[in-house]
């Protein structure tokens, strides 16, 4: 197990990825809080590259809540067929619109509390809606985030939810952009397999040197 990061190493780490992300934002593509939550939910086990060539006849067959809401279960699977667990993605994704359009007057809720009501939406889902949207100072831990916070030493937790409660009381601020700062730096440079190692501005605070099996 990984020694665990020092109070001034988590201090250098959290600068160094707010220097090297600056902008950070999540790479699914969106134009609105229904899309974004929709494709959210489907990114869910599934790359983001895959889920924006699924989105666009997607969001154009279904371009408003209550246009999903009512939408033909099968029309649902075909369009999202290639996206992983799309049967129940797609039961989801209607159930939880009728949910917004009976509850919600059409309109996506943008709190944890009534985003995790909706079908098929968890705390992580919600929570990166959220800080995505509204900037909202939270922490959502996906596989990257979960490896890259493992290798620095930043937590030992054994699931993300304890995960992404230790990065929050570690980091404090600026959550929003350091979750998807550490997607985009699991996801092209702390790669699971064959990281970018050599020349990583984080490389001085890896706890996992020559051990990746996180």
């Given amino acids: 197990m990984p020694k665990k990061a020092t109070k001034l190493e988590i201090e250098a780490i959290k600068e160094l990825f707010l220097e090297n992300y600056p902008d950070s934002v999540t790479e ?9 939550l929709i494709a959210v939910m489907l990114s869910a086990q599934c790359t983001d590259k895959r889920v924006n060539l699924i989105t666009p006849a997607l969001f154009a067959a279904y371009p408003r809540v209550y246009d999903l809401a009512k939408a033909n279960l099968d029309d649902i699977k075909t369009l999202i067929g290639t996206c992983s667990f799309f049967n129940n993605k797609a039961k989801n994704l209607i159930t939880m619109a009728n949910q917004i359009a009976d509850s919600y007057d059409g309109k996506i809720p943008l709190t944890q509390k009534e985003l995790v009501k909706l079908a098929g939406v968890g705390q992580k889902t919600a929570n990166v809606v959220m800080l995505e949207y509204t900037g909202a100072n939270l922490m959502a831990v996906d596989t990257h985030v979960f490896r890259v916070a493992h290798r620095l030493g930043l937590s030992n937790a054994k699931t993300a939810k304890k995960t992404e409660e230790e990065l929050s009381k570690k980091f404090k601020t600026d959550l929003h952009r350091l979750h998807q700062a550490m997607v985009l730096f699991g996801r092209y440079r702390c790669k699971a397999i064959n990281p970018l190692c050599e020349d990583c ?12 099996k996180v």
């Fill in 28 to 36: 699914l593509h969106y134009t609105n809080a229904y899309e974004l």
């Fill in 201 to 212: 501005f984080l490389k001085s605070y890896c706890k996992s040197k020559g051990r990746f």
